[in-house]
């Protein structure tokens, strides 16, 4: 229960916040903002030590049943840790928001768009159906693009807002196929069920299908090659909202996704062949250009691209376990799993850290350019400390906690050559080495994050103002992480025991309480540790790299790294506007004539062809009443009139003519014993009469129809082919009744809904959400009819793009 | 709009009494005779509009000084209320009941949430047929 | 009594098409407000016309007409007023603002 009502806390105080920072608009709404998610931690930390015995907490709100769609929140120890990175990494980045963004800003707007991004993100990760899920799923992506787009008068915010979103979204549409085919599979939307019953279908054609197209989401948000574009781009945000979304929360949500259905998909080879290979290229790639960069924050963004890489990677090895379920031997590939959830953790605390000392460098030095940066660590010691508690524990050096995490990666690379499934064989030796140089690239660039910042020379003629350490409040927030980092060096096994090894439940149901899923984890493991040899090795050859970076950058301008990734988005996406526009313009001829004739033109082809082609005329006339003399004088009237509208000269006439019909409806209603429909008609009539009038005394007079006679026959053709068309079908319709009325339900009206007069039971009860959407109709309508006359078009209004 | 129109004025006064109360009775009536939120709200705005007629906006605006727009969203809000408050009683969204009360005056009688429904939408009527009326009237 | 019914609506919509290929903004107005009324038409007839009591169970008859068109009407009738309101103060607004109510001048620029 308490879950369900988490989700909604941030949407709730999302709402307040607007009218809060209306009453005191300045920077103290971030207090109000922080108590949000420190009360949620709180809360849910409450709840660590019973999930880490093994509880689960499910609680369903009935929703659309009919559908199988329920809101469901499902606590376990995995959703347990992401509820807890979310909710903790919040309080801090919105501790640190408050001294990072000016007053000027609109911080009511920002402060929303988080709370937003909160909530959606809470409801990923503790939903258990699947529509749900992809609701929420894609409101992050939305809270993304809104925070991207922070400062939308710049034009690369703009930009990265709409790849991040093009991108992420469409990956979040095939998931959205891929989660319709495992329920067309299994004829359930819960996660859970899913899990329980997938095992009969795995030889289906949509399990696989289904399997490519949930990855396909996730890989897009989590910015796995070829996806990561998007990520980089993205960076135009506030630093807070890149420390957040899109290194800590939001890009772990693919990750989420992996873990969450290993249990459904994992033990296949494409899983674990898709996970590991993509994961693990992504490492490499990530971390090779990440060197490159000289911008703080892109580097931060291509290694955030390689770790992410590195956690997909682990999981995609962790999956092999589920193979042919438990024994002694497959239990050991867990611990890839281990490890990518224990560098998850690691990975949300240096990493935030570190984006907020780029923040910090950025705010008081003006510039993110390393090449202009240097020698700060005199000027700004305590964020010193901290870039290089982060970077240290990034490169996988002790005693931070990144190196106990690298080293367990370091050990799956190795233990999965001995893995003999899925045809292994002499590619497993691949892995390690891949992995290897990958991990020398990360140790390069996380030196050059702190040693380029704060070491060398300090340049003071090339920053616009004296550099001096950020203000006590700025460093609180990266302070606890750092502290985090250093902590968890020290006392992995309470981070192992509490938090991950619930989580390691939640992924694979089949092993529950077997031994050596959880390993004890401890720093030293004697010389002859393969993994720490490893690390050495990297060291060794990541400070030679370091030294003689300038001799080898040269790499990076050989022709094929030029040929870009972004290069392909931005030509994919000119070609498709282009061709669109095209092809717009061709039939959107801006005339309402022509729209109507491809409506009308469409109708005749496909209902009057489809009544001659089926064959199906059928005319019943004996069921017909009697009609007496005076309703032939009232259709005859009704007809005259019709069709005189049609030649008369005068507008007077015209609308005369209309009222002659609607009161003549009126009248047939009473003849068809339906008194309310006569007396809404009536009045109906008059005020749209009035209203006609009242129109007329502003427009002018009708003019003569100026049409070339070819265009009026052509127009009187369709209009005597639909009248045709619609007056045969209703009379085929009325011949042909192929199920009994339903309205006889109704008639126990007063026993349903104590009312005698039917029809106004069926209004206010049987079907009332149609008459409460007609409301809301009626109300948008006189709303936009206030809009229209009382609103004028301001001219000249200021231009705020492209600045 | 201004006309000058005695006999009009004389007839209005009375007349815009009836038509209020055959607006309401109609509205009252709705549950088992013809009638109902609709009708009841259509013949309610006919009498404003009646009045606006009759009268000049100004001189109405001063004796009714409501906003039409905000009775319209009161309406909206009645509707979509009495859905939402089922929910909170754990029914099914839009579920109506009804009941009978022993109320001083009128013995016992049946009080239905279709009642507040459609006060809602006899509200929204009422607001924005009113609204239309006068904002194209006012626009000159 | 529905064959009757049903030509005079075929009709109706022959008149109401005719008018919304018109290029006069009132004429296309009037041409959706005429297609509602032959929709009404069209629905009350489906369900059945003169089959029984006016639907009301004070009535206490044997037997009632098809109650469900008649709310679907109610609902219709609304929405179109509604809709022909709306358009009505479209119309006024734009000939307001370009001042002119013919279609083909009406048409949006080429590009933007």
């Known amino acids: 229960m308490f879950i369900t009502i988490a989700i909604f806390i941030p949407f709730l105080a999302a709402i307040l916040v607007p009218f809060i920072y209306k009453w005191m608009p300045s920077r103290k709404i971030g ?59 919040g309080t801090l980045v919105i501790l640190y928001s408050i001294y990072y963004l000016s007053e000027r800003e609109a911080l009511g707007r920002f402060y929303v768009y988080l709370l937003m991004f909160m909530g959606a993100m809470l409801g990923v990760v503790f939903s258990d159906n699947m529509m749900v899920l992809y609701v929420f799923w894609e409101l992050t992506s939305i809270s993304s693009f809104l925070l991207i787009a922070f400062w939308y008068h710049r034009k690369q915010s703009r930009y990265g807002a709409q790849k991040s979103m093009l991108i992420t979204v469409s990956g979040g549409v095939a998931m959205l196929a891929g989660f319709i085919m495992l329920q067309t599979l299994t004829g359930s939307f819960s996660v859970r069920e899913v ?49 957040y979304l899109h290194s800590a929360t939001m890009v772990k949500a693919g990750i989420y996704l992996v873990a969450r259905f290993t249990p459904v998909f994992g033990g296949e080879a494409v899983w674990f062949y898709a996970v590991s290979c993509v994961g693990l290229f992504t490492l490499f790639w990530g971390s090779f250009n990440a060197v490159k960069q000289t911008d703080l924050k892109a580097l931060l963004a291509y290694s955030t691209v390689s770790q992410l890489g590195l956690i997909m990677s682990l999981f995609g090895l962790g999956s092999a376990a589920l193979n042919g379920g438990y024994s002694a031997d497959s239990v050991i590939y867990t611990q890839a799993t281990f490890a990518a959830l224990f560098h998850l953790v690691n990975h949300s605390t240096f990493k935030g850290a570190l984006f907020m000392v780029v923040g910090i460098v950025d705010h008081e030095a003006g510039t993110r350019d390393i090449r202009r940066l240097g020698g700060l660590m005199s000027l700004m010691p305590v964020t ?23 080293e367990m990666f370091f050990e799956s690379m190795l233990i999965i050559r001995e893995l003999d499934l899925f045809s292994m064989g002499s590619w497993g030796a691949l892995f390690p080495v891949i992995a290897w140089i990958a991990s020398v690239f990360t140790f390069v660039y996380s030196m050059i994050i702190v040693f380029k910042t704060f070491l060398g020379e300090h340049q003071p003629d090339r920053l616009d103002r004296p550099v001096h350490e950020a203000p006590i409040g700025m460093l609180i927030a990266p302070s606890i992480l750092g502290l985090l980092v250093v902590g968890i060096f020290f006392f992995p096994n309470m981070v192992g025991h509490y938090v991950l090894q619930p989580a390691m439940a939640a992924v694979y149901p089949p092993f529950a309480g077997a031994e050596g899923m959880v390993p004890h984890i401890s720093a030293w493991h004697g010389f002859n540790y393969a993994p720490l040899q490893l ?69 005749i082809l496909v209902v009057g062809g489809g009544l001659v082609l089926t064959g199906s005329f059928a ?21 005259g009139a019709g069709i005189s509208i049609l030649f008369v000269k005068s507008r007077m006439t015209a609308i005369i003519l209309n009222s002659v019909l609607g009161y003549a409806v009126a009248l047939f209603f009473i003849v068809f014993r339906a008194p309310d429909l006569a007396l809404t008609q009536i009045i109906v009539e008059t005020v749209t009469t009035a209203l006609f009038l009242l129109c007329f005394y502003f427009l002018p007079d009708w003019k003569r129809e100026i049409a070339s006679r070819s265009t009026k026959i052509i127009n009187a053709v369709i209009a005597i082919a639909v ?71 301001r001219k000249g209004g200021q231009d705020v793009e492209d600045q | ?82 859905g939402v408050g089922s929910v909170l009683f754990g029914a099914e969204f839009l579920t109506q009941t009804a009941s009978h009360f022993d109320l001083p005056v009128f013995g016992s009688t049946e009080l239905s949430t279709i009642l507040l429904f459609e006060a809602g939408v006899a509200l929204t009527v009422v607001g924005v047929v009113v609204t239309i009326i006068l904002s194209i009237s006012e626009d000159v | 009594m529905e064959t009757l019914i049903t030509i005079l609506v075929g009709v109706l919509v022959t008149v109401a098409v005719y008018l919304l290929l018109s290029r006069n903004l009132i004429r296309v107005i009037l041409g959706t407000a005429i297609l509602s009324h032959a929709v009404h038409l069209l629905l009350m007839t489906m369900g059945g016309l003169k089959k029984g009591s006016v639907p009301l169970l004070g009535e206490n008859a044997e037997s009632y007409t098809d109650a469900l068109p008649q709310a679907l009407i109610l609902t219709a009738i609304v929405i179109s007023f509604a809709v022909t309101a709306f358009l009505l103060v479209l119309a006024y607004r734009t000939f307001k603002e370009t001042g002119s109510d013919d279609l083909d001048a009406l048409r949006g620029v080429k590009d933007e």
């Open chain 2, 1 to 82: 709009m201004k006309i000058n129109d005695v006999i009009l004025r004389t007839v209005t006064k009375i007349v815009v009494f009836i038509i209020l109360t055959f607006g309401v009775e109609l509205f009252l009536a709705g549950h088992h005779n013809p009638g109902g939120g609709f009708i009841g709200g259509l013949v309610l705005s006919s009498a404003f509009v009646l009045l606006y007629l009759v009268h000049d906006i100004e001189t109405v605006q001063k004796g009714i000084p409501w906003d039409y727009k905000k009775i319209a969203a009161l309406g909206v809000f009645l509707a979509v209320g009495t």
């Open chain 1, 384 to 406: 010193f400390t901290i870039a290089l508690i982060g970077s240290f524990s990034m490169a996988g050096l002790p005693p931070f906690n990144g190196f106990l995490s690298k």
């Open chain 1, 31 to 89: 207090w109000f903002v922080l108590f949000v998610p420190l009360t949620l931690f709180i809360i849910l930390a409450s709840f660590i030590p019973s999930v880490a015995k093994g509880g689960t907490y499910i609680h369903t709100m009935r929703w659309i049943d009919s559908a199988g769609i329920n809101f469901t929140t499902y606590l376990d120890g995995l959703s347990m840790i992401f509820g807890l990175l979310i909710t903790g990494v």
């Open chain 1, 195 to 243: 899990i329980a019953t997938i095992g009969q279908y795995t030889d289906d054609t949509l399990f696989l299908l289904a399997m490519l197209l949930v990855l396909l989401g996730a890989f897009t948000k989590s910015a796995q090659f070829p996806f990561h574009i998007w990520l980089p781009d993205a960076m135009e945000a506030p630093t807070p909202v890149s420390a």
């Open chain 1, 723 to 793: 009248g045709a068309i619609v007056t045969i079908l209703a009379l085929t319709v009325q011949g042909n009744k192929l199920f009994e009325s339903i309205s006889v339900y109704f008639e126990d009206s007063y026993a349903l809904a104590g009312g005698k007069n039917i029809v106004n039971t069926i209004l206010g009860d049987f079907r009332a959400f149609d008459t409460m959407l007609e409301v809301v109709v009626l109300f948008i309508a006189g709303l936009g009819v206030f809009t229209l006359i009382k609103l004028k078009a």
């Open chain 1, 619 to 639: 005319f019943d006339f004996s069921n017909d009443a009697p009609i007496t003399i005076n309703e032939y004088v009232l259709v005859f009237v009704m007809i």
């Open chain 1, 535 to 603: 690390t050495l090795g990297v060291i060794v050859v990541g400070v030679l790299l370091y030294l003689s970076l300038r001799y080898w950058r040269g790499v990076y301008t050989i022709a094929p790294m030029r040929w870009s990734l972004d290069g392909l988005y931005n030509g994919l996406l000119l070609q498709t506007e282009r061709f669109t526009t095209v092809l717009t313009r061709f039939y959107m001829t801006g005339h309402l004539r022509d729209y109507l004739v491809y409506i009308f033109t469409f109708f």
